[in-house]
């Protein structure tokens, strides 16, 4: 199990977005996402954007 900071988590949310990260990492992201008050809304705010612009990069 991984335990993300915040700071951490921001830099792996495009990729984890983009679906490039391991299972694990995935998984630590997904966790902390769901008990975070910060990096919850954060994320659907990123998924949002990129379903309207339709890609990242
Ligand atoms: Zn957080």
């Known amino acids: 199990m991984i335990d993300l900071t915040c700071q951490e988590l921001v830099e792996l949310l495009t990729d984890y ?4 990260l391991d299972a694990e990492t995935k998984q630590g992201v997904a966790d902390h996402c769901a008990i975070c008050g910060g990096c919850g809304p954060y994320l659907e705010q990123l998924r949002q954007t990129i379903a309207v612009l339709g890609r990242l990069r």
Do not use: F, I, S, T
């Open 17 to 20: 977005l983009d679906g490039a």
